[in-house]
């Protein structure tokens, strides 16, 4: 895992305890941030969300060319913006509500993991996510073939190569609930929920 540069951290406004962070983690297509979606709808006031995908700060390579050139240094941690990131994460919290921060990078940051009140991991296998990424909108019949080309050579290797291996130590210190994503939605929504309702009186406690 990597420390990336956090910046200072913002005071919450006096008298105003800072929200607790809960992370939603997993590989990219497995729906992550559908989950989310149900899951700030069922607790509006109590959650803010963020997706790790608003911070993406690299430039984006056409998978064609990518697949050229048989190079996607867009899928490493380096290309998101942690910084910013960070600071939308203190914001979100300065009101006192959780922040459910998204995203299938997140578990590559050090700081993230251990401010982490509670970590989430939706899990499946790549030819699931695959198809889920492949399935977010209509395209032609040779992009959908590029896309999962793509995500076999270079989006599910990077996850194999900086998150599998922070999720089996989490995993060994019990320290993330792992989530089937073969699971129907309703029955993902209202565990994730269970989990979300004990972190948020856990942090009412303190």
């Known amino acids: 895992m990597c420390n990336h540069n956090a910046g200072a951290r913002r005071n919450t406004p006096q008298g105003v305890a800072r929200g607790p ?12 941030s559908s989950l989310a979606v149900l899951l700030g709808a069922e607790r509006p006031d109590e959650l803010t969300l963020l997706s790790q995908d608003t911070f993406f700060g690299g430039g984006f390579i056409p998978y064609a ?3 050229r050139c048989g190079q996607a240094d867009m899928e490493e941690p380096a290309h998101i ?8 994460v203190r914001a ?7 922040c459910l921060l998204e995203g299938h990078m997140l578990l ?11 970590i ?14 492949v399935g977010r909108r209509l395209r032609r019949e040779a992009e959908n073939a590029e896309i999962e080309e793509y995500y076999s050579r270079f989006v599910w290797p990077a996850y194999d190569q900086y998150v599998r291996p922070v999720l089996e130590r989490l995993r060994e210190a019990n320290r993330v609930i792992v989530m089937d994503a073969n699971a129907p939605p309703s029955d ?5 929920l269970i989990a979300i309702d004990a972190a948020l009186a856990r942090a009412a406690e303190r």
Do not use: I, N, Y
């Not at 913006?81 to 939308?88: G, I, K, N, Y």
């Not at 590559?108 to 509670?118: H, I, K, P, R």
């Open 21 to 32: 962070l809960m992370l939603l983690c997993g590989p990219s297509g497995v729906g992550k």
């Open 65 to 67: 060319d990518a697949l």
């Open 81 to 88: 913006d942690w910084l910013s990131l960070r600071e939308a």
């Open 92 to 98: 979100a919290q300065s009101d006192g509500r959780a």
């Open 108 to 118: 590559t940051d050090d700081a993230l993991v251990e401010e982490a009140s509670l």
């Open 120 to 133: 989430l991991f939706l899990d499946a296998p790549s030819k699931l996510c695959a198809s889920r990424r």
């Open 188 to 192: 993902l929504s209202h565990a994730a």
